[in-house]
């Protein structure tokens, strides 16, 4: 009888603890993915990590002992690798190999709370005021993070379009993830999404790179954090938060990426974090906070 009330409790501070633990982790893969790059090719690294990384979820599936899903199941997870996986990252690198910068990426990719909004309002999914509003606070501290860099950018159409794909590749993921491919194992799930991924992307890596890396210390290294740290830590906490929230909930997380990565790379790689930029990383929290606050219920 005691444990009822605790509950409630409980997952008040579990799912902000998992939604910060999930924004922390996947920072860390910008600077890491720019290591990586620097010594392979960007489809045969991506190549490597959702390959590494379905062998890992495999494993693990198979030590827990756990139910495989059916075959309609398991074709929705697959097209969620495709999505959020393939897509995305596929997407951004490709775009980066055409020239885009780094922070015209992060300004379309941190566009998927009000994409994934828009395409949940069609979907019947209710977003209320608060929600909304915090959509677009967040945004806007987005902006103030990543605008001053975005001075001077350049990008032809073919990197828009790639980091465009992108960004539907994620919006898509979360909502078809959130809707058809929650109900199955974590482990399992993780599995099959990261294996289509790697499939996916294979004749990329082969046909325009020739499954290029060095084999240098650094880059096995470098590999091994994004696989360990950033698949596999990342997106069992994104599998996570997308079964036990609402998709824009989820969602507006990703305004806090580019403050937070640009945090990191003062720390890490010595860049200039300007005021504008702090004052920016506040702003999206706050944002953050109002698209994931649940608000009381009427009485």
Same mark, same amino acid.
């Given at each position: 009888?005691?444990?009822?009330?605790?509950?409630?409790?409980?997952?008040?501070?579990?799912?902000?603890?998992?939604?910060?633990?999930?924004?922390?982790?996947?920072? #860390?893969?910008? $600077?890491?993915?720019?290591? &990586?790059?620097?010594?392979?090719?960007?489809?045969?690294?991506?190549?490597?990590?959702?390959?590494?990384?379905?062998?890992?979820?495999?494993?693990?599936?198979?030590?827990?002992?756990?139910?495989?899903? /059916?075959?309609?199941?398991?074709?929705?997870?697959?097209?969620?690798?495709? +999505?959020?996986?393939?897509?995305? !990252?596929?997407?951004? @690198?490709? %775009?980066?190999?055409?020239?885009?910068?780094?922070?015209?990426?992060? *300004?379309?990719?941190?566009?998927?709370?009000?994409?994934?909004?828009?395409?949940?309002?069609?979907?019947?999914?209710?977003?209320?005021?608060?929600?909304?509003?915090?959509?677009?606070?967040?945004?806007?501290?987005?902006?103030?993070? =990543?605008?001053?860099?975005?001075?001077?950018?350049?990008?032809?159409?073919?990197? =828009?379009?790639?980091?465009?794909?992108? +960004?539907?590749?994620?919006?898509?993921?979360?909502?078809?993830?959130?809707?058809?491919?929650?109900?199955?194992?974590?482990?399992?799930?993780?599995?099959?999404?990261?294996?289509?991924?790697?499939?996916?992307? *294979? $004749?990329?890596?082969?046909?325009?790179?020739?499954?290029?890396?060095?084999?240098?210390?650094? !880059?096995?290294?470098?590999?091994?954090?994004?696989? +360990?740290?950033?698949?596999?830590?990342?997106?069992?906490?994104? !599998?996570?938060?997308?079964?036990? /929230?609402?998709?824009?909930?989820?969602?507006?997380?990703?305004? *806090?990426?580019?403050? &937070?990565?640009?945090?990191?790379?003062?720390?890490?790689? /010595?860049?200039?974090?300007?005021?504008?930029?702090?004052?920016?990383?506040?702003?999206? %929290? !706050?944002?953050? @906070? *109002?698209?994931?606050? #649940?608000? $009381?219920?009427?009485?």
């Amino acid at each position: 009888m005691n444990a009822v009330p605790t509950t409630p409790s409980r997952a008040r501070w579990l799912g902000p603890v998992m939604g910060l633990s999930f924004v922390l982790i996947w920072c #860390t893969g910008y $600077p890491t993915a720019k290591i &990586v790059v620097g010594h392979s090719g960007p489809f045969t690294a991506l190549c490597l990590r959702f390959a590494c990384a379905a062998v890992i979820f495999g494993v693990l599936a198979l030590i827990a002992k756990v139910r495989w899903p /059916g075959h309609r199941a398991a074709a929705h997870s697959a097209v969620v690798g495709l +999505l959020q996986l393939a897509l995305q !990252f596929g997407g951004v @690198y490709g %775009a980066m190999r055409l020239g885009a910068s780094a922070s015209l990426s992060a *300004l379309v990719i941190g566009a998927m709370p009000l994409a994934v909004s828009g395409f949940s309002l069609l979907l019947g999914e209710r977003i209320g005021k608060q929600q909304w509003l915090g959509l677009l606070v967040g945004f806007t501290g987005v902006w103030l993070v =990543i605008g001053e860099s975005l001075v001077g950018a350049r990008a032809d159409v073919w990197s =828009i379009g790639a980091l465009l794909l992108g +960004l539907l590749g994620i919006s898509c993921g979360t909502l078809y993830q959130k809707r058809y491919g929650s109900a199955i194992d974590l482990r399992a799930g993780l599995a099959i999404q990261n294996t289509a991924a790697s499939l996916a992307l *294979l $004749p990329l890596a082969w046909g325009l790179e020739g499954l290029h890396a060095d084999g240098s210390q650094t !880059f096995w290294l470098s590999t091994a954090w994004i696989v +360990l740290v950033n698949s596999v830590g990342g997106f069992a906490l994104l !599998f996570l938060l997308i079964r036990n /929230g609402a998709a824009t909930q989820v969602a507006a997380l990703f305004y *806090l990426v580019p403050a &937070v990565g640009a945090i990191m790379g003062h720390f890490v790689l /010595g860049e200039v974090l300007t005021r504008l930029e702090i004052l920016g990383f506040f702003v999206a %929290a !706050f944002g953050v @906070y *109002l698209g994931t606050r #649940t608000p $009381p219920p009427a009485r």
